[in-house]
């Protein structure tokens, strides 16, 4: 880590025209964005996006997708319409979400809410469509009732791969909230991309923002990545 | 029947022969027209209570599907279950089934498997019903591990615990031993029948191994090669523990190998 950034200094060093503002100046930035209070405005703006647009899917989407997994026959009628729906770009979406909800937090919200939900709802579904029939049929056996079925064999059962939906979503979201906020709103990490570009070409700024987006990236990962840990969703990743 | 059968029971493992099950013309074909496949053809059966009744047939014969049906997880294209009289109409509680393939909850430790059952009792009771079917399978010690850090014998006590822990009238058990390496297999054998001496549970056993059958049943119901007809049932007459090299074991072994159509030397 460090020996990049020493490279990334040396090469900027020896350029006479540099294509990239050297570290020392983007920590110059960051440093310029934290005393105005900037940087922390816009990672709680972006933050505040993805965690309402994410949430709203997650809470959405999952009961949905599993209940089409569990009922194949709603996953039949509706399969058609999720894979047209599937290769759109949620960007495709921007000029719809800002007709239906103007600039602003709400267009953004929805972008990411669109983003998250279909791979939220396939991997539910996928993951209640391959429990395997012995862990339901014991279930039924022991004499639990429909409910009690689906939290004590269904939801455990599925944990494992939803964690890792939601991993993956999140990721998604977190791309998703930068684009978004380069056309949608005025503020957040994706508009501090495009307002230094756009205000006086200020790159040791835009990359300052870039920083911050894949250390949060990081950072939303190995809190979702923490969960895996627990003992009683661990089976789902071991190969033994 | 074969020579070996038409004893009655000897006492060391004798069961009241009242038939606790019944099934009358079982028959399952699978798929329909040109695909159909016929699994069960018309089978009867009975089991007496506390009997120790093993399904013995050729793999694929269909046996698994017969106790599926049995257990009420699947419902016969024509005949029926009858269980003290009752029709099997769906998986109960008190008939509870050991899977083949791995049945044990990978989410929940030792013994939350061996309490999934029992979740109707007050805390104190299943607490005390948990430690007890613990202690009775050997897993003593291993209470709060998850089932990947057990070994494949360990995980099938951790089922059959789990299966005994509620109490059932009845064990269904399809091939429980089929993944375990020989030598583990025979000490399981041994310890299902040391539990069902202790407990004297009726169980349907379905197994593909000859000897296993010879060795735990009180009698053999052999079933053919697909669509599986009962072809005939053989009483072991034999008290436990079984010399597995005495003649009449052998005498046993060999009616059935013969009743299968199996030579006698490889």
């Known amino acids: ?240 | 029947m074969t020579s070996a059968a038409a004893h009655p029971s000897a006492p060391a493992t004798s069961a009241t022969r009242e038939p606790m099950l019944r099934a009358e013309g079982v028959s399952m074909i699978f798929g329909r027209g040109d695909q159909a496949v016929n699994v069960l053809d018309n089978v009867s059966l009975e089991v007496g209570k506390g009997e120790f009744v093993c399904l013995l047939g050729p793999s694929g014969c269909g046996k698994s599907t017969m106790l599926n049906v049995i257990a009420g997880f699947l419902t016969p294209t024509s005949g029926r279950v009858l269980i003290d009289g009752q029709a099997v109409r769906g998986p109960d509680r008190r008939r509870v089934f050991v899977f083949q393939e791995r049945g044990v909850f990978p989410w929940l430790t030792v013994e939350g498997n061996i309490g999934f059952g029992l979740f109707d009792l007050p805390q104190a009771e299943r607490e005390t019903r948990i430690a007890h079917y613990v202690e009775m399978v050997g897993l003593k010690g291993f209470e709060k591990a998850y089932p990947r850090e057990l070994s494949g014998g360990m995980k099938q006590r951790v089922e059959v615990a789990r299966a005994l822990a509620v109490d059932p009238d009845m064990l269904y058990l399809d091939e429980p031993f089929g993944a375990l390496d020989s030598i583990t297999r025979l000490v399981m054998r041994s310890e299902l029948l040391r539990i069902w001496e202790a407990e004297r549970k009726t169980i349907i056993f379905v197994t593909h191994d000859i000897d296993e059958a010879v060795q735990l049943s009180d009698r053999v119901i052999v079933l053919s090669a697909r669509p599986a007809k009962i072809q005939t049932i053989v009483d072991i007459d034999m008290p436990h523990p079984r010399d597995i090299s005495s003649p009449r074991y052998l005498e046993l072994r060999d009616g059935i190998l013969d009743a299968i159509g199996l030579a006698h030397k490889v």
Request: glycine share 8%.
């Open chain 1, 1 to 240: 880590m460090l020996a990049l950034l020493v490279l990334w200094h040396v090469a900027v060093r020896l350029q006479a025209n540099p294509l990239l503002p050297g570290p020392l100046a983007v920590a110059g930035g960051l440093w310029e964005l934290a005393v105005s209070g900037l940087l922390l405005r816009y990672v709680v703006a972006s933050l505040f996006r993805v965690t309402w647009g994410f949430l709203l899917a997650a809470l959405l989407a999952i009961p949905l997708g599993l209940a089409f997994g569990w009922y194949r026959r709603m996953e039949l009628a509706f399969n058609p319409f999720i894979q047209i729906l599937r290769p759109i770009s949620p960007l495709a979406w921007i000029p719809i979400a800002i007709l239906w909800f103007g600039v602003g937090d709400v267009a953004a919200i929805f972008l990411i809410f669109l983003a998250s939900f279909l791979p939220l709802s396939v991997t539910a579904m996928n993951a209640v469509a391959s429990i395997p029939d012995v862990y339901l049929n014991a279930g039924r056996n022991f004499g639990l009732r429909p409910s009690q079925v689906v939290f004590r064999v269904l939801y455990p059962a599925v944990m494992p791969q939803l964690i890792i939906g939601l991993r993956i979503t999140l990721g998604i979201a977190w791309l998703v909230v930068v684009a978004a906020e380069m056309m949608a709103v005025n503020s957040g990490l994706g508009f501090l991309i495009v307002d230094a570009r756009n205000a006086g070409n200020r790159y040791d700024l835009v990359v300052a923002g870039m920083v911050m987006i894949g250390v949060i990236g990081l950072l939303l990962d190995i809190g979702v990545r923490s969960l895996e840990r627990i003992p009683s969703i661990s089976w789902g990743y071991s190969d033994d």
